[in-house]
């Protein structure tokens, strides 16, 4: 079965979004992943990167009581970062974990540092999950542009090459 239908049957509604469905972001996020060639978990967490709801879009799509159910779909790894996506504190983050690794859980309100590869996966997936948004809506550049440069030029250091690439395409 299909991974976004999966999502589906747990209780996952549609939701609007920014640049029109939820749904279609979520797929063009993992799309954009792929065609980074981005591991495969990755992809995947891409596809349910919003699945808990984030730190800037409250709507959730199912509870963080699943995680084990989501798991079972995605796999372990590409769930962990998942939760990690949802629940991140953006202002404590962009503040501290590309200087010092540290993150704060926002459902938690733990903090604790991130590995390195960690921290990357994480950068890859913020970058496509802005960049599929930006790149159907000049509005959106318009209105986030410049602060998606200074974040995206602090995530260098962990993004890929074809990431790098798509921020010089889509914002510059």
């Known amino acids: 079965m299909d991974k976004f239908i999966q999502l589906q049957t747990l ?35 891409g596809l349910y990167h919003a699945a808990y709801g ?3 879009f409250e709507e959730h799509m199912v509870s963080v009581t699943q995680r084990k159910a989501i798991g079972a779909i995605i ?4 769930e962990e970062l998942v939760y990690l996506y949802c629940a991140c504190d953006r202002t404590f983050f962009n503040e501290n ?10 459902f938690t309100n733990k903090t604790f540092k991130l590995d390195k590869q ?15 948004i930006a790149n159907n809506s000049y509005e959106f550049i318009e ?3 410049n602060e998606l440069k200074v974040l995206f030029n602090e995530m260098a250091p ?10 010089e395409d889509i914002l510059y």
């Open 75 to 78: 796999g372990t790894q590409a």
């Open 118 to 132: 960690t921290i990357s996966d994480f950068c890859e997936l913020t970058v496509a999950n802005e960049l599929e």
């Open 11 to 45: 209780g996952a509604g549609e939701f609007e979004h920014f640049n029109g469905s939820l749904k279609k972001h979520l797929i063009g996020t993992c799309t954009m992943l792929k065609s980074w060639d981005a591991n495969q978990y990755i992809c995947d967490a």
């Open 97 to 106: 974990c590309l200087k010092t690794h540290l993150y704060k859980d926002r």
């Open 54 to 56: 984030t730190d800037g």
């Open 158 to 167: 962990y993004i890929s090459k074809y990431a790098k690439s798509a921020i």
């Open 143 to 145: 209105q986030y542009g």
